[in-house]
């Protein structure tokens, strides 16, 4: 797959590296090759923060929704404490199991952590703002995503710890069902922008508020319902969060993991919540569109920290369900509901009910 | 029931194998033979006038010269509370166990045994409970052991 | 639970569902309740049982410890080691030695109660945690230090009228002669 | 194909396991999810309070026992001083009494504050602990305010209690069963209906009655059971014959019925302790006793209903100060018990519920 080199020009930035390098002579090539490094570089960076940030939001929240301070010693409301988190467990003796399966328990932490920055290729920030605009942007999000299960898996099972075992188990039958549902809402927004190209989906939804998609009755809220259900669920959060159920299985998948491996499980944790958000934000609350006063990443970044904080607070609000009734829930109720929806949106589409 | 009637009622009713020991503070004491003891448990538990169909508790004692078994029955139906004492001898304690009658003895009997070296016949799984399970030291809450300095009191 | 979710009442779900979500969120507006502690510190009330302090006289600050022993029987744990050999010609017991370890002391209060002579108290002071193990063996001198602010109710002002008769403590005397409960009791 | 099988295998849950309350460990025979069989193993906090206990004098036992079950303390305390008291015959003043069944069930309340939070954090939601120990700080400070300590009481005494209240304690008092009472709707708006909770709980963890009596399961966990059995009706002690007060009984014996029971036995508590704040009359609070008070030789055997259940000590005198045997009688001894008979078949996450629901405290069950 080659990447499409027109999107890439959107950045005033990259207009003039790529104006600074061919200065000093290098190919076309090379420049697009440093471009793209460059630009690897602001991702991995910018979702850092973001997922650090997300720690230190949730760990706020937390706090604040149980009346405590949370943390508070770093920096204005200890705005920092989670850099230092993480600079520690980078520092961290690395524990390792000695009856692990030695590659399989090495790369689990690896792939988990690419396969959560991954779908920021196509993740539209803003107006021009994406890395590449994939003619089938939604379809590679689905499944780059879901790499995350073979890494909860593979944790799982090198770590040789039974609780892991059973950790790697539930995630694997759990991703695999949820992600049915998901799919089939986020078909009900395909079906309607006749494009599984991200920014194709955002700018359909462009101009005034009702043509967001989680507005077009009736089967935009319940599609976003469901996706945001099924999105907690692949995000690995409560009431879903049964691969890592503290009080059943300790810490599930990663109870062998220490130090930076473990660390490398805690942020992609997060920023798949954040993409999970981001899809949301994109896909049903019309993405980076909004009044033009505010730039559009500035939307987005709204939006998508709006439906995060919708997740926190579910998070901290409600028990966690059991594993048979997870699929229960699944296949018996959110299945049937998606594709009911699914078929209910087509048949509006066909008929041309809609605005 | 008062705990007189009680004391009566057991003494009449029981033919002879419970021997009243005091009336007690709050709840009569009876004694109990050793070999009596299953057949006896049982007829308190179904008797229709007693039903002491739970067992509070199961008290092992070292007295310094004899061992005692103490079962601290109730009944939930009549309100009513008894203690009954089997006295065993120093030498070769044994006594049977009542987890048929209640299964709420299983681990007190163990911890008894471990504890005071009574041995329970047909227990079924006589293992340490509250003790490691390499502890060689003896039976601990006999009077004779050797206490370590945590738990005996310098004189003062 | 066969049909689990599916088969109780959605809407009913959906509103407790949501008035769950009202009462975190409604949470999150409000004061935290926690204290940022090494700043902020709880106000202990009077009664607090702390680090045990040994008491001094509120005039000449000499100890007020007779050193009858009580307190050492009194304590179940036997933390407080008292070493006072009586003077063979006056017949008075001279303090040697007075040692808490705090690594058995288990703040019960006992010895408190067990003092007739206002000596030792449990004082409303606990900052005293220690990595070393060793440190937590205070010898007569750390407990004067520790509680020469210490305030109390001297019961002894009674028996200060007759100075020096005073012969050996009365070992007889229950320690429910109310040293303590003057502090805070007409409720 | 024919080599692929499914094996049963063991999953070592404890001794440092997040819901186990302290330290249990259980042996579990897993066939997958499921849960087989169970074998609890305890010791693992053996303090040998028994044999301390029998190295002490009646005065200093107490603070011994306040560790043996330091979520309520003040029933330890005191079922150490029925016991001695019934020894030595001796009579409590009426305000000590009162001052006791206030303490009991401030005491009962607060256990019970724990219990809904700790519940609700093992089957998964994380806010409701944090609202049950808010509250119950409110009940530590008046606790703390009483007699200096926040766990370990060693307040309540033979003969009596060790100091009488302190000033603006009723008042406080007052406020903090209103503000309890208030927040019992925002514990009850957060999971009562909340269907998460209601699937996790509802049938799960039937404990039969039959099979509940037979292991001697006592408190609340025998009382979801439908088995109308509480000591301070059955097997009256202190002054709780004069006040009113319901004891709350549910009939499934699930993980459910044992949590609503609870919550509805904070609303008792709370109104016993009104009744008695307003009864309490002036006196004396402390009969006279020697701290070296050597009882009669006898035995006997004292139980009182805690918040978890039959707590008893049965304590023998020899004459001496010091008694020749203690042997103390934890409900969760029993709880943990009677689990292999019940809670077989169940999920993984369900044993956690209903070890949740047991309201097990591991150092009442090791000593």
Not at chain 1, 287 to 294: D, H
Request: a negative charge; proline letters at 5%.
């Amino acid at each position: 797959m080659t990447f499409p080199v027109a999107v890439l020009e959107l950045y005033p930035l990259f207009r003039w590296l790529s104006g600074v390098l061919e200065s000093f002579g290098f190919s076309a090539n090379t420049v697009l090759i440093i471009s793209y490094a460059v630009l690897g570089v602001i991702m991995f960076s910018a979702l850092s923060i973001i997922a650090l940030f997300l720690v230190w939001w949730e760990r706020k929240i937390a706090a604040h929704m149980q009346q405590r301070f949370g943390p508070m010693r770093h920096g204005w409301h200890g705005w920092y404490q989670t850099i230092m988190d993480a600079i520690k467990l980078l520092q961290k003796e690395d524990v390792r199991v000695a009856s692990r399966d030695k590659i399989v328990y090495f790369w689990a932490p690896v792939i988990c952590f690419v396969a959560a920055y991954l779908a920021y290729i196509v993740m539209p920030w803003g107006k021009n703002l994406i890395v590449a605009d994939f003619n089938i942007g939604i379809l590679y999000i689905m499944a780059v995503t879901t790499f995350t299960v073979i890494a909860l898996l593979m944790a799982g099972w090198g770590s040789n710890n039974k609780y892991a075992l059973l950790g790697g188990m539930r995630s694997a039958a759990q991703v695999v069902s949820y992600e049915i549902p998901m799919v089939a809402s986020i078909l009900t927004v395909i079906l309607f922008v006749g494009s599984m190209s991200m920014v194709d989906i955002v700018t359909s939804q462009s101009g005034w508020i009702f043509n967001w998609f989680i507005f077009k009755l009736p089967f935009g809220p319940i599609a976003f319902v469901t996706y945001l259900i099924a999105a907690t669920a692949e995000a690995n959060r409560t009431p879903f969060d049964i691969p890592e159920a503290e009080q059943e299985l300790v810490a599930g998948f990663n109870i062998e993991y220490s130090g930076m491996k473990f660390a490398m499980f805690f942020l992609a944790e997060f920023i798949n919540m954040f993409t999970v958000s981001a899809l949301a934000a994109t896909l049903f609350l019309g993405g980076w569109n909004g009044w033009s006063f505010i730039p559009s990443w500035a939307w987005f970044l709204m939006k998508t920290f709006g439906v995060v904080f919708l997740m926190m607070l579910i998070r901290w609000t409600y028990p966690r369900l059991r594993v048979d009734q997870l699929m229960e829930f699944a296949w018996k109720f959110l299945v049937p509901v998606t594709f009911a929806n699914l078929i209910l949106a087509a048949v509006i589409k066909y008929a041309g009910w809609h605005w | 029931m008062d705990k007189d009637q009680l004391s009566a009622y057991l003494t009449d009713k029981s033919e002879g194998k419970l021997t009243l020991l005091e009336v007690g503070r709050h709840d009569p004491i009876f004694k109990v033979e050793a070999s009596q003891l299953i057949e006896v448990c049982t007829w308190l538990r179904d008797d229709e006038q007693l039903k002491f169909d739970f067992l509070c508790n199961l008290s092992g004692v070292d007295t310094g010269e004899q061992f005692e078994v103490v079962y601290q029955l109730a009944s939930t139906s009549k309100s009513l509370r008894v203690d009954i004492k089997v006295i065993l001898p120093y030498d070769g304690a044994e006594i049977e166990s009542v987890q048929k009658v209640w299964a709420a003895a299983n681990w007190h009997e163990r911890e008894m045994w471990e504890l005071y070296g009574i041995n329970v016949k047909n227990h079924g799984k006589l293992e340490f409970l509250l003790l490691p399970e390499d502890w060689d030291e003896g039976f601990p809450m006999r009077k004779d052991w050797d206490a370590p300095d945590f738990i005996r009191m310098p004189e003062f | 639970m066969q049909g689990g979710i599916g088969n109780m009442g959605i809407f009913k779900d959906i509103k407790a569902l949501f008035s769950g979500m009202r009462i975190t969120s409604k949470h999150l507006g409000r004061h935290a309740i926690t204290l940022q502690y090494p700043e902020e510190k709880w106000e202990m009330p009077e009664r607090s049982r702390g680090v045990v302090v040994l008491l001094s006289d509120k005039e000449d600050g000499s100890l007020n410890c007779t050193s009858c022993m009580l307190c050492m029987r009194a304590c179940p744990t036997a933390a407080i080691v008292i070493d006072s050999p009586r003077d063979p010609e006056t017949k008075k017991r001279n303090l040697k030695k007075f040692e808490i370890d705090f690594g058995l002391c288990c703040f019960c209060g006992l010895c408190e109660e067990a003092c007739n002579f206002s000596a030792i108290k449990l004082a409303t002071k606990y900052e005293f945690s220690s990595a070393d193990k060793d440190s937590f063996l205070w010898d007569v001198n750390k407990l004067q230090e520790v509680g020469r602010d210490v305030d109390y109710i001297d019961t002894r002002k009674k028996k200060k009228v007759a100075p020096k008769k005073e012969t050996t403590p009365a070992e007889t005397k229950s320690p429910e002669k109310k040293p303590v409960d003057q502090k805070g009791e007409n409720s | 194909m024919s080599d692929l099988r499914t094996e049963e295998y063991y999953l070592n849950m404890g001794p440092h396991h997040p819901s186990t309350h302290g330290v249990c460990r259980m042996v579990l025979k897993m066939d997958g999810e499921k849960v087989k069989e169970i074998e609890p193993h305890i010791g693992y906090l053996h303090r040998s309070i028994e044999k301390i206990c029998e190295n002490r004098t009646y005065a200093q036992c107490i603070p011994i026992l306040d560790r043996f079950e330091y979520v309520t303390a003040m029933s330890c305390n005191y079922v150490f001083a029925l016991a001695a008291e019934r020894l030595a015959s001796i009579e409590v003043p009426e305000r000590a009494e009162h001052i006791r069944v206030i303490m009991l069930e401030l005491n009962r309340i607060a256990s019970h504050l724990l219990f809904y939070g700790v519940t609700a954090m093992d089957i998964g939601a994380l806010t409701p602990f944090l609202y049950g120990l808010r509250e119950r700080e409110s009940i530590l400070d008046l606790f703390e305010m009483t007699c200096g300590q926040r766990l370990t009481y060693n307040y309540i005494r033979v003969g009596g209690v060790s100091r009488d209240l302190p000033n603006g304690f009723i008042p406080k008092c007052h406020e903090a069963l209103n503000t309890i009472e208030k927040k019992l709707a925002d514990y009850e708006g957060l999971l009562n209906e909340n269907p998460i909770w209601l699937v996790r709980t509802v049938g799960i963890g039937v404990l039969p009655a039959k099979v509940a009596l037979d292991y001697g399961v006592s408190g609340p966990c025998l009382r979801a059971s439908g088995v109308q059995y509480d000591l301070r009706r059955n097997d009256p002690y202190s002054i709780y014959d004069r006040f009113e007060f319901d004891i709350p009984v549910r009939h499934n014996g699930d993980c459910y019925d044992r949590y609503l029971l609870r919550l509805d036995e904070i609303r008792q508590s709370i109104h016993i302790v009104r009744q008695a704040l307003d009864a309490l009359p002036e006196g004396d609070f402390k009969a006279k006793v020697s701290p070296n008070f050597k009882p009669p030789a006898g035995e006997v055997y004292a139980r009182i209903e805690n918040s978890r259940g039959e707590l008893g000590v049965h304590v023998i005198s020899d004459g001496t100060k010091k008694p020749l045997r203690v042997k103390t009688r934890g409900a969760s001894y029993n709880h943990i018990a009677v689990l292999p008979a019940f809670a077989t078949d169940v999920l993984l996450a369900d044993l956690v519920a209903i070890f949740a629901t047991m309201d097990v405290i591991m150092p009442e069950v090791d000593r």
